[in-house]
């Protein structure tokens, strides 16, 4: 599945190679994916006129013009990619994008979702944030200075367990399981501390955590695709260096006591329970 620094990364991509482009035409080859696709919609939106910019929020990448702008979702499987010619070159191509390169040449955006949970769809006019996808979405991790402060702010009197708190996406987006662990080793809190129940320097700690394991997936990701707008490299995360996620029994980086697995809300977590005590 397409993480945040992978949707960063594709979001940074398209922006350097299709923003101030103008869109002459749009072929979809499937009425629908998880949801229908408003077709006519999105032609009334990005048709004709040049594409302002790229915008990511949470793991939605929006393509902005002065009519609207068109969202898209890469759910399990979804990929986006620059191609030299419109006809579907992938199976399960469900979109082709038609560009001007310059006045001779042209240039494809194909959007291919093998397993199609992924969206494509438009917003008219500005975006607000009340819209149905983002109304529910929390903090952007990488665009607050003091993320732990506005964790805490969120964070207080809740009894829920720290690592399924930094992955509801409500209260914060992008942290996904693997994150969540890497995080919560690196701020050495307990997975299942009860919010509520840290202080003020834990919250810092998590907010600066998070913040550095996602730029660091950013940076390792990027140099992990070919194009930018490619996503057939791996993501970032199976480059990075894991220090606690899947390695359990293995010795802790720090304290060489063993990586302990346990699993909260169905998901994995991994911990060192020397170097991250509980906190009750
Ligand atoms: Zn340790």
Redesign the pocket.
């Known amino acids: 599945m397409p993480e945040l620094p992978e949707v960063e990364t594709i979001t940074k991509g398209l922006n350097l190679k299709f923003s101030g482009k103008t869109c002459t035409k749009i072929v979809f080859h499937r009425k629908d994916l998880r949801y229908p696709i408003p077709q006519q919609t999105i032609r009334s939106c990005c048709l004709e006129t040049p594409i302002l910019s790229f915008k990511r929020r949470a793991k939605y990448i929006l393509m902005e013009t002065q009519k609207g702008s068109i969202v898209f979702h890469l759910g399990m499987t979804g990929s986006i990619h620059q191609e030299v010619s419109s006809v579907p070159l992938r199976p399960h191509t469900h979109a082709v994008f038609s560009f001007y390169e310059n006045k001779q040449k042209k240039v494809y955006l194909h959007y291919v979702d093998p397993r199609r949970f992924g969206l494509i769809s438009a917003i008219k006019g500005a975006v607000t944030g009340k819209e149905k996808y983002f109304q529910d979405l929390g903090l952007e991790p990488l665009e607050h200075k003091n993320l732990g402060k506005k964790l805490m702010q969120l964070g207080a009197h809740k009894k829920q367990a720290i690592k399924k708190f930094i992955m509801d996406s409500k209260i914060i987006v992008g942290v996904g399981n693997i994150y969540a662990s890497e995080s919560l080793y690196e701020a050495r809190v307990h997975p299942e501390t009860p919010a509520g129940n840290l202080k003020n320097k834990h919250f810092i700690a998590i907010g600066l955590a998070i913040q550095k394991i996602l730029r660091k997936a950013i940076k390792d990701g990027g140099t992990t695709l070919k194009d930018y707008v490619n996503t057939d490299g791996k993501p970032g995360y199976f480059k990075q260096k894991l220090k606690v996620y899947d390695r359990e029994q293995q010795p802790?980086l720090?304290?060489?006591?063993k990586i302990v697995r346990l699993v909260q809300g169905g998901r994995s977590t991994f911990f060192?329970p020397?170097?991250q005590k509980e906190k009750k």
């Open positions: 802790c720090t304290c060489k006591q060192c020397y170097c």
